[in-house]
C-alpha cells in the first residue's frame, strides 16, 4: 500500500510570495493533518482535514490555510510568505479522527529568502 | 493546553546497550500516545502506537509504555544498533479536540 505522499520536496521561495503544497494520503484515509517543524519550535500542529472539512485549528496566523478534495487529498496555502516560514512541512494521514495511528509524509522543504 | 516534554534531549551509548527515552504528558485526557523516529531531514516513521485503554506496546526490540495516572511514557530499546541512531518523538492526542501534541524529540547516538 502506498505511503502518504508530499508535493514539491523542496521549493524556494522569496518574502511576499504564496506557495501551495499538496498531501496525498494513504489510500482509505479520510483525516489529515499539517504540521510546521523548525529547529526552533519543533513539530506544531497547523490543521486537521476530514470529510473536507477543516475540523481543528492550531495556532498560525491567517496567511496559513488549506483544503481537502473528495478524493482526501489536501492542499495547504501559505500567503505573503515571511522568512520564518522557513520549514519542513509535514502532512500526516489517519484513517478516521480518533484513534488511529498516523502516518506522515517526507514533507516539503520550504526556504524562504 | 497539553504539554510534552522528553528527556533527555539527547543520548549516546555504545552498541549493544539497552535504553529508555522518557515522555511526559500534562493532561491526562488522551485518546493515544505514539511514538515516532524521524532521520535528518525526513518524516517522520511511526514506530508504536498505545491507545490509553492499553499500558504497553511491543513491536520488535521496542517496547513502549504508558501510565496515563503519571502522564507518563516511556520507551525501551534492546540491544541498541548503529541504525537505531535518529530522534525519537512522542505526541499525546488529545480528546478535547483531537489534536496530537508532540515533545521536542530525544536524539539519540548510538556508537559502533
Known amino acids: 500500500k502506498a505511503g502518504v505522499t508530499q508535493t514539491p520536496r523542496y521549493l524556494i521561495k522569496t518574502r511576499g510570495q504564496q506557495v501551495t503544497l499538496s498531501c496525498s494520503p494513504i489510500?482509505?484515509?479520510?483525516?489529515v493533518s499539517w504540521y510546521q517543524q523548525t529547529p526552533g519550535q519543533g513539530l506544531q500542529f497547523l490543521f486537521e482535514?476530514?470529510?473536507?472539512?477543516?475540523?481543528n485549528k492550531g495556532n498560525f496566523p491567517g496567511r496559513f490555510s488549506g483544503r481537502q478534495f473528495s478524493n482526501s487529498r489536501s492542499e495547504m496555502n501559505v500567503s505573503t510568505l515571511e522568512l520564518g516560514d522557513s520549514a519542513l512541512y509535514l502532512c500526516?494521514?489517519?484513517?478516521?479522527?480518533?484513534?488511529?495511528?498516523?502516518?506522515f509524509g517526507p514533507g516539503t522543504r520550504l526556504t524562504v529568502l | 493546553k497539553q504539554e510534552v516534554t522528553q528527556i533527555p534531549a539527547a543520548l549516546s551509548v555504545p552498541e549493544g546497550e539497552n535504553l529508555v527515552l522518557n515522555c511526559s504528558f500534562t493532561?491526562?485526557?488522551?485518546?493515544?500516545l505514539q511514538w515516532f523516529r524521524q532521520d535528518p531531514g525526513k518524516g517522520l516513521t511511526s514506530l508504536l502506537l498505545?491507545?490509553?485503554?492499553?499500558r504497553e506496546q511491543t513491536s520488535g526490540r521496542l517496547n513502549a509504555s504508558l501510565d496515563k495516572s503519571s502522564g507518563r511514557s516511556t520507551l525501551y530499546i534492546a540491544a541498541s544498533q548503529p541504525g537505531d541512531s535518529a530522534t525519537y518523538l512522542c505526541?499525546?492526542?488529545?480528546?478535547?479536540?483531537?489534536?496530537?501534541?508532540f515533545g521536542t524529540g530525544t536524539s539519540l547516538t548510538v556508537i559502533p
Open positions: 482535514y476530514f470529510s473536507e472539512t477543516q475540523r
Open positions: 505526541a499525546a492526542r488529545s480528546n478535547t479536540g483531537n489534536q496530537f501534541y
Open positions: 500526516a494521514s489517519t484513517r478516521d479522527r480518533v484513534s488511529n495511528e498516523q502516518f
Open positions: 498505545i491507545q490509553s485503554s492499553q
Open positions: 489510500s482509505g484515509h479520510r483525516s
Open positions: 493532561d491526562s485526557a488522551i485518546y493515544n
